[in-house]
């Protein structure tokens, strides 16, 4: 029983194609995240919804776009992809101010 | 703007001895810490979370503590073993979200 799942797990893609990463959890959680992880394996946050509203969005570009059609699911949507967009995204959820617990992430490369 | 900070950022030992990981921030206005670790192209596993007004957590062999006037905490791993061997991330949550540091990435060789 997956708590946070992620699809898909590889994403390999052209330079201005756009591209949607879909995540859900099943732990009855309010709140859902996503992060972005670097080459040099920083991991720093992207948004936060609670309860399907935006609570965090650090400064990301407006290419990407997280839509959260219900609370268990948050996907993200990206536009006219670059090449500095290729990393490892990682979708977590937790209660507010709990445990995170983090999904297997998504690899993407960008070409 | 906080910061968080771990040392060292590679270690390696050999099965059965006892470790440090150490974290420290700079704001210490922070509602919770939690440390985690994460395995070569996987993602993030939860190990354990201190509140604010706690000093210590221990879940099995690990025993996290916390010193929050100091901006520290430190991660305690007891003997360990090959299966250890990861990177341990810790974050702090301030306000509204965690704040990872830069992790440390541990080998334990048998």
């Known amino acids: 029983d997956t708590a946070v799942s992620q699809t898909p797990k590889y994403l390999v893609t052209q330079m201005g194609n756009d591209k949607s990463i879909k995540c859900e959890q099943n732990?009855?959680?309010?709140?859902m995240y996503w992060y972005k992880q670097d080459s040099k394996k920083f991991l720093k946050i992207m948004f936060s919804?609670?309860?399907?509203?935006?609570?965090i969005n650090e400064t990301v570009p407006n290419r990407f776009s997280p839509k959260s059609p219900d609370k268990a699911h948050l996907n993200l949507h990206i536009n006219s992809l670059e090449l500095g967009d290729s990393a490892v995204y990682f979708c977590?959820?937790?209660?507010?101010?709990?445990?995170?617990?983090f999904g297997p992430g998504t690899r993407l490369t960008v070409t | 703007k906080q910061e968080v900070t771990q040392i060292p950022a590679a270690l390696s030992v050999p099965e059965g001895e006892n470790l440090v990981l150490n974290c420290s921030f700079t704001?210490?206005?922070?509602?919770?810490l939690q440390w985690f670790r994460q395995d070569p192209g996987k993602g993030l596993t939860s190990l354990l979370l201190?509140?604010?007004?706690?000093r210590e957590q221990t879940s099995g062999r690990l025993n996290a503590s916390l010193d929050k006037s100091s901006g520290r905490s430190t991660l305690y791993i007891a003997a360990s073993q090959p299966g250890d061997s990861a990177t341990y991330l810790c974050?702090?949550?301030?306000?509204?979200?965690?704040?990872f540091g830069t992790g440390t990435r541990l080998q334990v060789f048998p």
């Open positions: 977590a959820s937790s209660q507010v101010g709990g445990l995170e617990y």
């Open positions: 732990l009855g959680h309010d709140t």
């Open positions: 919804y609670n309860n399907k509203e935006l609570i």
């Open positions: 704001d210490s206005a922070i509602y919770n």
């Open positions: 201190i509140q604010s007004s706690q």
């Open positions: 974050a702090v949550y301030n306000t509204d979200k965690l704040i």
